[in-house]
């Protein structure tokens, strides 16, 4: 099947500094790329849907000043979260959608981010 | 709005036994659906996609059915191994441009 990776898969930062995700399919090209969020114990929230060379579509209550997303190329997508407080930790997964109709999706391993 | 409920929430099984897993969705317009599954601390990795056009999937010991009218799958594990211990998704997509709808999971353990 097809393969999502992220990095870096586990990250760790001080409050009010930023950290980039990096979101990559690595044998296919993706149009559409998906940015979620999971709690403990939950499942995934949705956070947004990012088109290659477009404005990523936040979904409601998600701050787009403070998860910036950028779809650079068929084949990245990278998320930042700007200025991280500790509310923030979570296990972020990417995910990316196969060409054609049968428009299924790939999911990435994640990244758990920990905000000290 | 598209809901997806899975049922159980938890299940523990002996190893060797046959079991199904339930999904159900409150809107049967649907485009496709996936079965994931989710080891803790991992991404997701893709089970089966059923198309709306299509009543089952295989894979290996997996089987995957689709009933839309009546907003249910099913997903049956054969012969359970304590490897299968894991949270298993489904999801829904209800149109080509859209997103998908996720169940909250059922949390398999497989013991030997």
């Known amino acids: 099947g097809a393969v999502v990776s992220q990095h870096p898969s586990r990250v760790i930062c001080k409050s009010g500094t930023s950290v980039k995700i990096e979101c990559r399919s690595l044998d296919f090209q993706a149009t559409t790329m998906f940015w979620y969020r999971q709690f403990p114990k939950q499942s995934l929230m949705l956070m947004a849907t990012s088109n290659e060379g477009s404005k990523a579509t936040y979904e409601q209550g998600v701050e787009k000043d403070k998860f910036l997303i950028n779809h650079a190329s068929l084949t990245l997508s990278t998320l930042t979260v700007t200025s991280a407080h500790p509310e923030d930790s979570s296990f972020y997964i990417c995910?990316?959608?196969?060409?054609?109709?049968?428009?299924?999706?790939?999911f990435g391993p994640g990244t758990r981010l920990t905000v000290t | 709005k598209q809901e997806v409920t899975q049922i159980p929430a938890a299940l523990s099984v002996p190893e060797g036994e046959n079991l199904v897993l339930n999904c159900s969705f409150t809107d049967s317009a649907i485009y496709n659906l996936q079965w994931f599954r989710q080891d803790p601390g991992k991404g997701l990795t893709s089970l089966l996609l059923?198309?709306?056009?299509?009543r089952e999937q295989t894979s290996g010991r997996l089987n995957a059915s689709l009933d839309k009218s009546s907003g249910r799958s099913t997903l049956y594990i054969a012969a359970s191994q304590p490897g299968d211990s894991a949270t298993y998704l489904c999801a829904v997509l209800k149109n080509a441009g859209n997103m998908l709808t996720f169940g909250g999971g059922t949390r398999l353990m497989v013991k030997p």
């Open positions: 059923i198309q709306s056009s299509q």
């Open positions: 995910s990316a959608r196969t060409p054609g109709l049968a428009y299924e999706q790939y």
